[in-house]
């Protein structure tokens, strides 16, 4: 069995809420050092002190960084205590930007956690998009390529499914579609208007190194065809042969964060 990867940093995201907001922060933060293992653990729903404590004890012992979103100012207030006297490195997302707001309207904030999950017609149609990513993810069923606002297309490892759950957060139904050259690509592809097509690409030694990590973690040797350059060669080989046919835009993610390419597909999609 293949030893376990020990991870670069810990990152604890502290929050009163769900958590989501401080999760994707660090996450854009993380990905300006790619490759790098961060091991991100989220504390959602944390609304006393003993919880503060946990986590603060917890980041000591395992050398951690905290980011924190907490809107009630006792709780951001009492982490700043126990940080300092525990020395752990801790961040405060919110409370400075809550501070300035409040005193550029001459307002006082409502303090009530979690007032961007309320149950609004946006919150459902990212969970109606979130679905749909899920439901026709890998090509399970190609009904949903005439369904799609977003269809992606592309060999194994070049991001589909992150890119789709990501741009369904951002409201979008997303299916994508592997190429591959044992299977013949769905009708469907090509009976929608080529700019909701996408085809992700990639070069063929970051793909190969990036298999052979893949097999790793899976204990499995990176010997295996799946990662030879020949066989990855052959892959984009055929993709491009399908998204040429399709005549849809391409975009290389080699190097690339899953939130660079979706910015990229979104400046795309709004244009047409």
């Known amino acids: 069995m293949a030893a376990e990867m020990q991870p670069d940093v810990i990152i604890y995201v502290v929050s009163d809420s769900a958590g989501d907001t401080g999760e994707l922060v660090v996450r854009a933060a993380v990905a300006q050092f790619h490759p790098l293992n961060a091991d991100i653990r989220r504390a959602p729903f944390v609304h006393d002190e003993a919880s503060l404590m946990r986590f603060i004890l917890l980041a000591k012992e395992h050398g951690a960084i905290i980011l924190y979103t907490l809107v009630l100012p006792a709780l951001r207030d009492r982490m700043v205590e126990l940080a300092l006297q525990h020395q752990v490195t801790a961040i405060d997302l919110l409370g400075s930007l809550i501070a300035s707001l409040e005193e550029k309207t001459n307002r006082k904030s409502r303090q009530e956690p979690g007032l961007n999950h309320v149950l609004d017609e946006n919150y459902f149609r990212k969970v109606d998009a979130v679905e749909f990513a899920v439901k026709y993810d890998d090509m399970r069923d190609t009904t949903g390529i005439l369904k799609a606002d977003i ?18 957060h951002k409201q ?45 973690a899976l204990g499995l040797p990176d010997s295996a065809a799946y990662a030879t350059t020949s066989r990855i060669e052959r892959e984009i080989e055929y993709a491009a042969k399908i998204t040429d046919r399709i005549g849809c835009l ?23």
Request: charged share 25%.
């Open 250 to 272: 391409v975009i290389d993610v080699s190097h690339r964060a899953v939130e660079e390419t979706a910015s990229l597909i979104l400046e795309y999609i709004e244009s047409n």
């Open 151 to 168: 269809v992606l297309v592309g060999v194994s490892r070049t991001s589909k499914t992150p890119l789709s759950m990501y741009l369904a």
């Open 172 to 216: 979008f139904k997303v299916a994508n579609v592997p190429l591959m050259p044992e299977l013949q690509p769905p009708e469907e592809l090509f009976q929608i208007p080529k700019e909701k097509v996408v085809g992700l690409t990639i070069d063929v030694n970051y793909l190969n190194g990036i298999r052979k990590e893949r097999l790793k």
